[in-house]
């Protein structure tokens, strides 16, 4: 078996190496190291083999566009497991197998799964190097595309053999293609080897292994042993006129706006004001030597839901996108465009869509999957906070919550203290998106936006957020946002998009003990004269009053439907979310 490429020394590394080789058998194993020359000849490489097209290069330099198997599309919780000593450990809430038996069933798949195909090892870094919190991965696949893909999210190559050194701390990934048949489709997490192996799939959300694999399923585990939080939460800075900057994290599930929110343009009422993205997916939260919450963004790059970007939307993520990226299951023109709904400017009059069907706007088919995404480096954003590259991290001063809520949740309320707004980040609930596999448009919750990504049992979870509370001297202040609720007739009753810095500024004020706030049986929530609507078209005080409208018996109904998941964790769940509960309950 051929083996090329900068091979290191370390005999832990090889050997481990050497063994997944065996029993993969690919044709060859390429060392991979991050550098350009190398990046050139993958692409070259994956066009020739019909992987990857190149786009326009005059509209789109230096970007290429990927389509997937039309039944590989999104994430496939049914497929996702944590295999742990005892189910108890997994917890309810995840798929759990015992490790053995799964290894057996995973590496029955993988054997000679690599026949005829090369084996790319990809050494990559998860954060800035030399963090505290940084974490070295090896992702063993058989994917051009996973290996390009990693090259953009993920510090790869020399920079984590550096880190690592001669340690045997590092994520053991393995990633076998396959047929793409869903029947043999495994993303599987083994929490005590810090090894992930996933065979079946080619969908970034299930093989890209830095991402929801190593940074949340195995990092919230690691979190937990270590003393720190892996979150999925977007990281962005708030600078004001004067130069004041106020770091926040927020947690909404997939596909409810949090590239948005990460990447939010301030409207032309606030002037001076400017808003740094430090992530827009993933959040490593650690508390310091001064007893506040320090936050890193593990990645590198974006892997963003396409449809319904443009220069309005997202002007950043459309400048992010612009150049060096990679976009999957998007629409496809004859002069090598892309187009995608709720892009800039009219429909093409035909095009390709993401099955490489042809495609009209009189199809009733849609042009680009709902969940098509773009893969794009975070250097190519305008507004990439200078912080996001210190290995220290940023102090966090806010922590928001949020989900996609057609009715029930106000715009913003603040909860009361800490352990309050752990219980309204467990009772989190969403309506679902196209970014999972499944029905769409239902109410289910979603704790901390982690319930697809938490690597253990939730309601231990809870419980080491709780913990978490008595190593922070100056906690993080605690919010709820809903930017979906709708009236009536359908109408959404916040505009959002850069809206949404009015919402942000006031939890600034609120953090810098600036804004006032009135008490109600959810928490805090702006006073009358505290939010600034200055500025808004066709937008006034008695429509904020109805996106604030607290509804008494859609709340009671609220707190029933919170019992299916506290039962779920009973035996588990911190005796302090039960008493959160029965206080709303009296409040109510």
């Known amino acids: 078996m051929e083996h090329t490429g900068d091979i290191p020394k370390d005999p832990r590394v090889t050997r481990w190496v050497d063994e997944m080789a065996a029993l993969c058998q690919p044709d060859r194993v390429v060392w991979c190291d991050g550098s350009e020359t190398e990046k050139e000849s993958l692409i070259k490489e994956a066009v020739g083999k019909g992987i990857l097209t190149e786009l326009n290069q005059q509209k789109w330099p230096g970007c290429h566009y990927h389509r997937s198997d039309p039944n590989d599309v999104a994430r496939v919780e049914q497929c996702t497991y944590i295999c742990t000593p005892t ?5 309810p809430t995840n798929n759990w197998q015992a490790p053995g038996e799964m290894y057996r069933r995973l590496y029955t798949l993988a054997r000679g799964g690599m026949k005829g195909r090369t084996m790319y090892v990809v050494p990559y870094l998860m954060g800035p190097p030399g963090s505290p919190l940084a974490k070295v991965g090896i992702e063993l ?63 970034g959300g299930n093989v890209l292994l830095g991402k929801k694999c ?27 006129p004067t130069g004041e900057k106020t770091f926040v994290a927020a947690a909404f599930p997939s596909a409810c706006g949090k590239t948005n929110f990460a990447m939010l343009v301030p409207p032309a009422h606030f002037k001076g004001w400017k808003v740094w993205t430090v992530g827009d997916d993933i959040a490593w939260m650690k508390p310091g030597p001064d007893g506040r919450l320090y936050a890193i963004n593990p990645e590198s790059g974006y892997f963003g839901v396409v449809p319904g970007t443009n220069s309005k939307s997202n002007p950043n993520a459309m400048a992010s996108m612009s150049r060096n990226s990679i976009f999957t299951n998007v629409a496809l023109t004859a002069d090598k465009d892309i187009w995608w709904e709720g892009k800039d400017g009219p429909p093409p009059a035909e095009c390709l869509d993401w099955r490489g069907n042809r495609w009209t706007p009189e199809s009733k088919e849609k042009a680009a999957h709902p969940n098509s995404r773009f893969t794009a480096p975070m250097v190519n954003n305008p507004m990439l906070a200078p912080e996001a590259h210190n290995a220290q991290g940023v102090p966090i001063s806010a922590i928001i919550f949020g989900g996609r809520r057609a009715d029930t949740m106000p715009l913003v309320y603040q909860a009361f203290y800490w352990i309050h707004g752990v219980f309204l980040g467990a009772t989190m609930a969403s309506e679902t998106t196209a970014a999972a596999a499944g029905a769409q448009g239902q109410v289910r919750r979603d704790p901390m936006a982690m319930l697809p990504f938490c690597g253990y049992n939730m309601g ?37 998009y850069g809206e949404n810095m009015r919402v942000l500024k006031w939890i600034v004020d609120r953090c810098r003990g600036r804004a006032d706030a009135n008490e109600t049986p959810l928490g805090w929530v702006p006073g009358a004269h505290s939010f600034d609507l200055e500025g808004m078209k066709d937008f006034d005080s008695s429509q904020l009053e109805a996106a604030q409208t607290i509804n008494y018996q859609d709340w009671r109904r609220e707190v029933l439907m919170l019992d299916e998941l506290f039962i779920r964790l009973y035996s588990h769940l911190p005796k302090e979310l039960i008493f959160q509960r029965e206080l709303l309950v009296a409040r109510l």
């Not at 690691?222 to 977007?234: D, F, S, T």
Request: net charge neutral; with cysteine; hydrophobic share 40%.
């Open 214 to 240: 190593l940074a949340l399923r195995i990092g919230s585990y690691l979190g937990r042993k270590e003393g720190w939080l892996a979150e999925h939460m977007l990281i962005l800075g708030v600078e004001s």
């Open 460 to 496: 231990d979870y809870f419980r080491h957020w709780i913990h978490i509370r008595k190593l922070l001297k100056y906690p993080p202040r605690i919010f709820n946002v809903n930017w979906f609720r709708r009236d009536t007739n359908g109408q959404y009753l916040w505009p959002g």
């Open 87 to 91: 189910q108890d450990e997994a917890g």
């Open 141 to 203: 696949t058989d994917s051009i595309y996973v290996v390009l893909s990693m090259r953009i999210m993920t510090r790869m190559g020399h920079v984590a053999w550096d880190e690592l050194g001669g340690n045997d701390d590092f994520n053991r990934g393995l990633h076998c293609t396959l047929d793409l048949n869903p029947a043999n489709r495994y993303i599987a997490h083994f929490p005590q080897d810090n090894t992930i192996i996933s065979v079946g799939s080619n969908y």
